[in-house]
Structures are given as C-alpha cells and as structure tokens.
T-cell receptor, first 113, second 119 residues
Framework: GDSVTQMEGPVTLSEEAFLTINCTYT??????LFWYVQYPGEGLQLLLK?????DKGSNKGFEATYRKETTSFHLEKGSVQVSDSAVYFC????????????FGQGTTLQVKP | GAVVSQHPSRVICKSGTSVKIECRSL??????MFWYRQFPKQSLMLMAT?????????EQGVEKDKFLINHASLTLSTLTVTSAHPEDSSFYIC???????????????FGSGTRLTVV
C-alpha cells in the first residue's frame, strides 16, 4: 500500500542554518503530496503542497519539489528561525480517491538561537 | 480560509465514563471528516473516515463500538469514546477534506486537537 518515509529526527540546527528534511513515498498512480507542521499541543497546519510531478510548493520560506523520478518531496529552508521549531509531517493523498492522508512518522526540528 | 473548530481542547475523565469530542467546519461544508489518534512523539494514526449521513468507515484494528463517530450534518462530526480507560488517553485530531476554489484541487484542514486523559 501507499506509504511515506521521513528522515529520523530530532534535527537540531542553529538559527540561520540551512534545513533539509527528507521525505520519500511509495504510491500507485499520482498522489498529492503535503507538508504539515505541528506546534506543541496543537493540531496540524498545512505548510505547503504539490499535486503533480515537478510542482514546487512554497510557503514562509519553506520549499519542496515533487520529484516523481526519485519519489521524493524533501522539505528545505534556507535560513531557519527559532520559531520554526516544531514537528514536520510529510503526507500523501493517494490517487485511489479514498481521501485518506497517509503520514510519515514526523521529524522534530529544534532551532537554537 | 477554511477553519475546523474542535472542542474540547483538553478533557480529563474517570475510567468507565464516555467523552464526546466535536469538530465543526465553520465556513464550509465538510462532507468527509477524518479522525486521527496521536500518541506522544508519534505520527497520526487514522482511526476512521466519516461521510455526512452515512456510517463511518473504520480502519483495521479500531473498535467501532468504542469509538463512535457521528456525522449527522455537513458542519458537525463527533467522536465519542465510550467506557473510556486509561489506555484511551491520547491526542485526538479531526480533519476535513477541503476543496479549494478555482479548480486548485483539495487539501485537509485540521482541528486543533483534543487531549484526553482518562484517570
């Protein structure tokens, strides 16, 4: 079945460092891909999305490109801030139209001043 | 933008009692609502999918008699944890499938979550 694999965390960076969180997926057809962010004690917020191959999603300085050839959707940010500290989830919605979101295991990011 | 209001945000209940969690879509109609459970430092586990006016579809291993889901209207879905026990303590999150205007596809709007503690 469809699945999402994220890099293990936690990831600890200094402020203004470059961030990459790897995400790869397994799916039949052409899934939509998402990155969500969860701050402590809160629900999930959509960070960015891409719905087809080579699409680049971007928001708040974060970017991710839908790479079908490598089945990847890595999250990047050029300069992280302390306020970016959170848990990041990569997710896919398969093309089977069940509507289910399948999540990766989440990656905790801690940014130190 | 689309907002899903989830209540309560925190609840503590005694073992053996039932707890109801509500999710309301405030400015759109949520024909499909998803209910997730999240254990500390873990990912979200899909429990069930509910469609307005029909029975919920539960994921394998989820007890439908324990986790009652009702989706009686296009703006309200509820999850009732019946006869709760300490092992039901968790963070429960709802999510509504949201269609964006202009043919830009769809996404998912999440509630803010409910922290259930059963003592």
């Amino acid at each position: 079945g469809d699945s999402v694999t994220q890099m293990e965390g936690p990831v600890t960076l200094s402020e203004e460092a470059f961030l990459t969180i790897n995400c790869t997926y397994t799916a039949t057809g052409y899934p939509s891909l998402f990155w969500y962010v969860q701050y402590p004690g809160e629900g999930l917020q959509l960070l960015l999305k891409a719905t087809k191959a080579d699409d680049k999603g971007s928001n708040k300085g974060f970017e991710a490109t839908y790479r079908k050839e490598t089945t990847s959707f890595h999250l990047e940010k050029g300069s992280v801030q302390v306020s970016d500290s959170a848990v990041y989830f990569c997710a896919l919605s398969g093309s089977s139209n069940t509507g289910k979101l399948i999540f990766g295991q989440g990656t905790t990011l801690q940014v130190k001043p | 933008g689309a907002v899903v209001s989830q209540h309560p945000s925190r609840v503590i209940c005694k073992s053996g009692t039932s707890v109801k969690i509500e999710c309301r879509s405030l400015d759109f109609q949520a024909t499909t609502m998803f209910w997730y459970r999240q254990f500390p430092k873990q990912s979200l586990m899909l429990m069930a999918t509910s469609n307005e006016g029909s029975k919920a579809t539960y994921e394998q291993g989820v007890e439908k008699d324990k986790f009652l889901i009702n989706h009686a209207s296009l703006t309200l879905s509820t999850l009732t944890v019946t006869s709760a026990h300490p092992e039901d303590s968790s963070f429960y999150i709802c999510s509504a499938r949201t269609y964006w205007t202009g043919g830009r596809g769809y996404g998912y709007t999440f509630g803010s979550g409910t922290r259930l503690t059963v003592v």
